[in-house]
C-alpha cells in the first residue's frame, strides 16, 4: 500500500503555535523533507523528537520531488516543511504535491501557521476578496509593471518583500499608486518585536526608515479607493 505525503504547516516565529497534528505528523513520518535541515532539527529537537531529515529547496526541488513520490509510493510516509509556515506558498511543496497527485497518490496537508494569513487578519483592510501575489521580481522595472497593474485593484494584494528591498519597493508604491493607498507593512509576526504598520502610504512608508529592516516583511495593499 502506498504511504501519504503530509504537507506540515510550522510555526512562523513562535513555537507554542506549533498545532497537536503538526506533531503527529512528525512523529508518524518516516522521514521530514526541509529547506534547511538546521532549521527543521531544531524544531524536532524542541518538540522531542527523532526522525531522518533530507533537504529539499528551490535549489533541488525538481529532482527531489520525484524521489520523495517514490518513497511515498514505496509505503513510506514523507512530511515536508519549510523554515517557516506553509509549504507551497512562496517556499518549496507545490512540485511534490503535483508529483504525487499525477501518480494517484495521498496528499494531506497539516495546515496551521501562514504568514499572509495572519497579516491579512489583523491588518485592517478588507480579507472578502484578496490576491497574493509572493515575492515580486528583483528589478525594478518588473514592480513598476506590476504595481500599474493593480492601480485598479479591487481586491487587497499581499506580497512578500525582503528587508533588501523594502524601502526601495516603498518608494516605487508611492510613485506609482499615490500617497493615499492604503497599506499594511507587518514583520515579525507572533515574534517578540511584532511590528504592524497600518495607513495612507505617505504615513506608512516614512516609517520604514525607523524599523529594524531585518527578516521578511508581509506587505498588504488595500483596494483602491478604500479609506481606512
Known amino acids: 500500500m502506498p ?3 503530509l504537507l506540515v504547516a510550522t510555526p512562523i516565529g513562535n513555537l507554542s503555535d506549533t498545532s497537536a497534528r503538526c506533531v503527529e505528523a512528525l512523529r508518524s513520518a518516516s522521514l521530514v523533507a526541509c529547506e534547511d535541515t538546521r532549521v527543521t532539527l531544531n524544531l524536532l529537537r524542541h518538540l522531542g523528537i527523532e526522525k531522518p531529515l533530507v533537504a529539499y529547496h528551490e535549489h533541488n526541488e525538481t529532482q527531489m520531488s520525484a524521489t520523495l513520490a517514490d518513497r511515498v509510493a514505496a509505503g513510506e510516509t514523507v512530511a515536508v516543511v519549510c523554515d517557516a509556515g506553509t509549504p507551497g506558498l512562496s517556499d518549496p511543496g507545490f512540485r511534490v504535491a503535483r508529483e504525487c497527485r499525477r501518480r494517484g497518490l495521498p496528499v494531506s496537508p497539516i495546515p496551521g501557521p501562514c504568514a499572509l494569513i495572519a497579516a491579512l487578519s489583523a491588518s485592517g483592510l478588507p480579507t472578502n476578496a484578496f490576491r497574493y501575489a509572493g515575492f515580486l521580481p528583483p528589478k525594478s522595472a518588473a514592480r513598476i509593471r506590476f504595481l500599474e497593474g493593480i492601480r485598479d485593484a479591487a481586491e487587497t494584494v499581499i506580497l512578500y518583500e525582503s528587508c ?7 518608494a516605487e508604491i508611492l510613485g506609482i499608486l499615490g500617497p493615499e ?5 507587518a514583520r515579525e509576526i507572533t515574534k517578540l518585536h511584532e511590528t504592524f504598520l497600518t495607513g495612507p502610504a505617505h504615513v506608512v512608508i516614512p516609517q520604514l526608515s ?3 529592516l531585518r527578516g521578511e516583511f508581509v506587505l498588504l495593499i488595500a483596494p483602491s479607493g478604500f479609506v481606512l
Request: proline fraction near 0%.
Open 181 to 185: 493607498r492604503v497599506l499594511c507593512v
Open 210 to 212: 525607523g524599523v529594524n
Open 164 to 170: 533588501h528591498r523594502i524601502e526601495k519597493f516603498g
Open 3 to 5: 504511504g501519504a505525503l
